[in-house]
C-alpha cells in the first residue's frame, strides 16, 4: 500500500530500552522537521510483516508529544537501533532501497569496512582485534610500536581508552581518561601490569592501534570531528567541521575541550598555514572518501561522525567513524540535526525502482 505522497509516512527505527538521550536527540530533530510528513517512531519488533502495519507513536509537533497507534509500513526507515541484514532486507522488500544507516558497527568492523578502499588505507592506523594477550604481543613486536591505544570498540566519549607506552629502560606508562580525570599509571614489565590488562581486554571487546601523536595547541591534543550528511538531494556535504583541543594534559579527548574551526584552529596552533595546505580542503576531501567507501559496500549510510587526528606532518589519521553520530550542541551550529529528516524526505520522494 502506498502513502499520501503529499504526506509521506517516516519511519524512526529505535531501540526497545528507548535510551533517553536518543528520545531527547529524536524529539529535537523533529521539533524543527518540515511538516509536510508524519513522522513516527517504533521497534523492530513492533512491524506486522503479514498486516504490513507497525505498532509506532507518532511525534504531534503541535503539543510537542508521541501519540501511539497503528499505522502502515512507513515510505523510509531511518535505523537509530541495530537490525540483522535479513530483518533489513525484509523491509527493503515492502518499502525498496529506502532504509538508511541500516549498519551499526563498532569499531573493529568499521576499521575493516574501510580498510578495502586503497585510498583510505594510508589514513588508518594499523589497529588488531585483542582476541588474548599474545595478540597485544605480537602487536608491539611485530609494527615495533613503543606507544599503542587499546580501546573498546563499543566506546564511546574516550571512555575505556587507554594509551600504554614502553619506554626502553623505564617503566611502562598506562594513561586513561575517567570523565573529566586522566589516570596515570607506571608498571615494571611485571604481573600488576597483565593483572591490569587481562582478562577484560581480551575478550574481543578491545582494538589496540597504533598511536598517533596529533598536533597540538597550547601543548594539548587535538582532534578533529567532522559530520557528514546526505542531503535534500541525496548528496554528501559537511554538517560539522571542528578542530577539538584537550583543555588539559589528556593523551585522549576528553569530554572538556574547545572546539576550533579549522582557521581558527591553525592561528592557535604553531603551525603555519601556508606549510599545511589547504587543511579544510583536505579533511573534507578524506570525509567524502570515506562516506563513498560506505557507498560501495552493501549498507545505506547517510549520517556519519567521524573522528580524525591531524599529526604534524599535517597527515590525516582516521580514528573511527559513528554510525549513530550525536550532533554537537552549544554555540555551534550542526547541520547533522535536520539533515537526516531531509535526507528522509528525499528518499520518499523518490520513486521505488
Ligand atoms: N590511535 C589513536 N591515536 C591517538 N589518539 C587517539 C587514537 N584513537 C583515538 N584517539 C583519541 O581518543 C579519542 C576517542 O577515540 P575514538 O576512537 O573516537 O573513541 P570514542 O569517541 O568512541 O571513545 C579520539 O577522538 C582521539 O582524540
Ligand atoms: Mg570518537
Redesign the pocket.
Known amino acids: 500500500m502506498k502513502n499520501d505522497e503529499s504526506n509521506p509516512l517516516i519511519g524512526i527505527c529505535v531501540s526497545k530500552d528507548d535510551y533517553p538521550g536518543l528520545l531527547n536527540l529524536l524529539t529535537k530533530r523533529l521539533q524543527t522537521a518540515l511538516d509536510h510528513a508524519t513522522f513516527i517512531r517504533f521497534h523492530l519488533t513492533d512491524i506486522d510483516f503479514e498486516k504490513l502495519k507497525v505498532k509506532a507513536a507518532e511525534y504531534k509537533k503541535s503539543s510537542n508529544e508521541w501519540q501511539e497507534g497503528i499505522f502502515p509500513m512507513p515510505d523510509v526507515v531511518y535505523m537509530q537501533c541495530s537490525a540483522n541484514r535479513e530483518t533489513i532486507k525484509r523491509i527493503e522488500n515492502i518499502i525498496g532501497p529506502k532504509v538508511f544507516n541500516s549498519f551499526l558497527f563498532d569499531?573493529w568492523e568499521g576499521w575493516k569496512l574501510l580498510k578495502k578502499s586503497w585510498s583510505l588505507r594510508k589514513h588508518l592506523?594499523t589497529t588488531q582485534l585483542l582476541e588474548n594477550n599474545a595478540d597485544l604481543i605480537d602487536f608491539i613486536s611485530k609494527f615495533n610500536y613503543c606507544d599503542v591505544?587499546v580501546?573498546?570498540i563499543n566506546?564511546?566519549?574516550?571512555?575505556?581508552?587507554y594509551?600504554i607506552k614502553f619506554q626502553e629502560g623505564k617503566n611502562i606508562e598506562i594513561s586513561s581518561t575517567k570523565g573529566l580525570k586522566i589516570e596515570k599509571q607506571e608498571f615494571k614489565y611485571s604481573k600488576e601490569f597483565w593483572y591490569l590488562l587481562s582478562p577484560k581486554f581480551f575478550a574481543g571487546t578491545h582494538i589496540i592501534?597504533?598511536?598517533?601523536?596529533?598536533i597540538k595547541a597550547h601543548e594539548n591534543?587535538?582532534?578533529i570531528?567532522l559530520n557528514m550528511n546526505k542531503n535534500r538531494n541525496g548528496q554528501w556535504e559537511v554538517s560539522l567541521l571542528l578542530f577539538?583541543i584537550?583543555t588539559n594534559s589528556s593523551?585522549?579527548?576528553p569530554k572538556s575541550i574547545t572546539a576550533y574551526n579549522p582557521d581558527k584552529f591553525m592561528k592557535s596552533s604553531i603551525y603555519e598555514k601556508e606549510k599545511m595546505g589547504d587543511i579544510e580542503k583536505t579533511i573534507i576531501n578524506l570525509g567524502l572518501k570515506i562516506c563513498k567507501a560506505f557507498d560501495k559496500s552493501e549498507y545505506h549510510m547517510a549520517d556519519l561522525g567521524i573522528?580524525l587526528?591531524m599529526d604534524e606532518k599535517g597527515h590525516l589519521?582516521i580514528?573511527?567513524v559513528?554510525p549513530l553520530p550525536f550532533p554537537t550542541r552549544g554555540s555551534v551550529l550542526d547541520y547533522s540535526m535536520t539533515k537526516p529528516m531531509e535526507y528522509a524526505l528525499y528518499l520518499a520522494s523518490k520513486r521505488n525502482i
Do not use: C, L, M
Open positions: 569499531k592506523p591505544i580501546k573498546p566506546g564511546y566519549s574516550s571512555e575505556g581508552i594509551r592501534q597504533q598511536s598517533i601523536e596529533t591534543v587535538s582532534d570531528r577539538r584537550a593523551v585522549v579527548i573522528d587526528g589519521w580514528f573511527e559513528n
